[in-house]
């Protein structure tokens, strides 16, 4: 009893830890899985916060430039003279310590004593301003000069590096602004721009402290160029696309394409081998794009430091689990070991052990209770199952023998038609053959007498007309007879269904086979097919169906206008037939293709021919088809799968 005990309260603790155990750990690992969550979420707004603030210090420090710009503009529209220019450009750098250079070109010719072109470059060289007036710089092509006057207004124009054109040579990598000089007319007289360094807006904007320590600025231009970036050797002078292998790099190439497309968003990028989280916005008037780029392992630094303290947790969880579990269940098991004592020896066999019935009012007592209960309802049972088993038992025993006297009937009803319908085509081919040799003898006869063979011919020809449809007609009807009686025919349709089969030349067939029972009938064939389109199908059973259609037809109308007619659907092949009988009455549709059923109990036939017809189309995978709109005679739709 103690061992069983000990197993069951194994048992229990295993399902207790089952049930508990996994609540536990997948509760801690929702709660890791969201944390983690949450910490990228708070880290997407965080960055996506720092970012837009320094894309707001980009354009401030852009708008700097171009409120300069354009105040000075007035001032240089004003007065249009060679000093002038050079006052104001110096002005502009002199005041604006974020324009690291400035100048004013004039369109050709406008001041024709310093010659064709005429240009005031100045810029700030250490905290010395230097202006030189370029007489000879064929400035007329460049993108600060050509832009502006194309646009008619002013603009940001793509920013380059290494400038040494003119008199005045450094290595910054620049951004201009442009606008275009009218004079009082309104005519273009000249360009001024303004410059600004691409690292001296690094150290004054990006270069700001940032929640991440690791995290850092990246800008590009519209065609993927570096302008910032923490690796100097590749601003300007490379892409974003440059060193990305589209096979293993594709993140950085949509990324790529995301910033150059000015979208706003976020990406987890691999860069270098390691997981960045990078947000980009891009830059307003321009087409550049800010991206802000932050290693996965700063942002879920803390998650990670989390994922000790849940490893601490679940192991002092899983030991609190198995000691409670192991408690409850000792003090489950021993109120319910003297329940289990006795149901065990009813179980072994001992079915005079009585349960006693408890007085406790706790659940074991009510289980004890229940159980003493079945055992009582289950002795009072017993009697009447064995009663009723027994009577059942006699029962299924006069079914099984009904059951094989039926089998016995329907085999000898079978074997009774068949060998009626054998008995009946012997004599009858004996007679047709005697007939046609009789027929044969006479119509020699009477070719020999002129005088008299033309009328015994006729009549003999109307005579053995007669017999022969009369034959033919019986031949028939033993057929379905033998058809409907026979067990492997539908065997035979399915077992063969691999004829392939001309869809004209069988209506052909057909229709002559329908002429060798009355002769006079005129079928009207027509087919929207050619000769050469096939099924695959049982030849014969096809060919009883289209037969029975056009005897049918033949048989109750005027011989003069059957029409048989092949067509096709997108899924079958369909073979109709129509005539100009007395056609059906209403609501007898169900009726027709019941066996052994007919619209009229005088007329000849045995009901079997349109029972057959609709048996065999859907063996063939088919369905014959009574067309109820058709109100000149009778039409049957024949339809088999292509």
């Known amino acids: 009893m103690s061992k069983f005990s000990r197993s069951i309260s194994k048992v229990l603790s295993l399902d207790i830890m089952l049930l508990a155990v996994p609540l536990f750990v997948l509760s801690l690992g929702a709660f890791y899985v969201q944390s983690r969550y949450l910490i990228r979420q708070q ?63 004039t369109v050709p010719n406008t001041f ?11 810029v700030n060289e250490v905290d010395t301003i230097v202006s030189v007036r370029e007489t000879n710089y064929a400035y007329y ?59 001296q807006l690094a150290k004054a904007v990006l270069s700001t402290s940032q929640s991440y320590s690791d995290a850092y600025f990246m800008l590009i231009g519209g065609d993927g160029r570096y302008f910032v970036h923490p690796d100097s050797t590749q601003l300007f002078r490379k892409t974003i696309f440059t060193d990305a292998d589209p096979t293993k790099n594709a993140d950085i190439i949509t990324l790529g394409y995301q910033m ?125 199952i064995r009663q009723t088993a027994e009577e059942i038992r006699k029962r299924n025993e006069q079914r099984a023998h009904d059951m094989d006297l039926a089998e016995e009937a329907v085999r000898k009803k079978t074997l009774f038609i068949q060998n009626l319908s054998h008995q009946i085509r012997t004599p009858l081919n004996i007679i047709v053959g005697f007939a046609n040799v009789l027929y044969d003898s006479i119509v020699s006869r009477c070719k020999k007498d002129a005088a008299t063979g033309s009328f015994e011919e006729e009549n003999l020809n109307d005579m053995m007309g007669m017999m022969k449809y009369n034959a033919m007609h019986l031949k028939r009807m033993i057929l379905m007879l033998f058809d409907s009686s026979s067990t492997t025919g539908a065997d035979e349709l399915m077992g063969n269904r691999h004829d392939e089969v001309s869809c004209n ?33 049982n030849r014969l059973y096809l060919m009883r169906s289209i037969r029975e259609l056009l005897y049918n037809a033949a048989k109750f109308s005027d011989h003069e206008h059957i029409r048989l007619h092949v067509s096709e659907t997108d899924t079958t092949i369909r073979f109709t037939v129509e005539d100009t009988g007395p ?15 007919k619209i009229d109990d005088l007329s000849e036939g045995l009901g079997l ?34």
């Open 260 to 384: 150059i497309e000015g979208k706003i968003g976020y990406m987890h990028v691999d860069l270098h081998g390691e997981i960045c989280h990078v947000c980009y916005h891009p830059v307003p008037g321009t087409d550049w794009s800010l991206a802000m780029v932050c290693p996965d392992k700063e942002i879920l630094s803390g998650f990670d430091r989390l994922g000790y303290v849940i490893i601490a947790l679940i192991i002092i969880g899983l030991l609190a689990i198995m000691w409670l579990s192991n408690v409850v269940v000792k003090q489950t098991i021993h109120p319910i070991n003297q329940l289990l004592g006795i149901t065990q020896r009813i179980a072994s066999g001992d079915y005079s052990e009585v349960i006693p019935r408890s007085r406790q009012n706790d659940d074991v007592g009510h289980l004890q209770n229940a159980f003493a209960t079945m055992q009582q309802a289950l002795h009072d049972r017993m009697g009447s």
């Open 583 to 597: 056609g059906l009455p209403d609501n007898s549709d169900e009726l027709i293709y019941k066996p052994f059923s």
């Open 141 to 199: 092509d460049k993108d600060w000069y050509r832009v502006p006057l194309m646009k008619g207004r002013a603009s940001w124009v793509e920013p380059f590096s290494e400038h040494t054109e003119g008199t005045i040579n450094h290595n910054e990598a620049v951004a201009t602004y442009s606008r275009p000089l009218r004079s009082e007319e309104g005519h273009v007289v000249g360009v001024l721009s303004a410059d600004f360094s691409f690292s």
């Open 43 to 105: 880290a997407i707004q965080r960055t996506n916060s720092i970012l837009k603030t320094t894309i707001q210090r980009v354009r401030n420090y852009m708008n700097t430039i171009e409120t300069s710009t354009n105040a000075n503009a007035w001032l240089l529209e004003e007065h249009f003279t060679p000093d002038s220019l050079e006052s104001v450009s110096k002005r502009m750098v002199r005041f604006n310590p974020n324009i690291l250079s400035c100048s004013v070109s």
């Open 609 to 642: 021919g349109l029972s057959l017809t609709k048996r065999h189309a859907l063996t063939l995978g088919g369905d014959l088809i009574y067309d109820k709109d058709y109100q000149d005679g009778c039409r049957f739709i024949l339809e088999m799968p292509k």
């Open 112 to 122: 024709p004593q310093y010659g064709r072109y005429f240009s005031i470059y100045t």
């Open 505 to 537: 030349d069988v209506a052909r067939e057909s229709i002559d086979y329908t002429h060798g029972h009355f002769q006079r009938v005129n079928v009207n064939f027509e087919s929207e097919l050619s000769d050469g389109v096939c099924i695959l199908t």
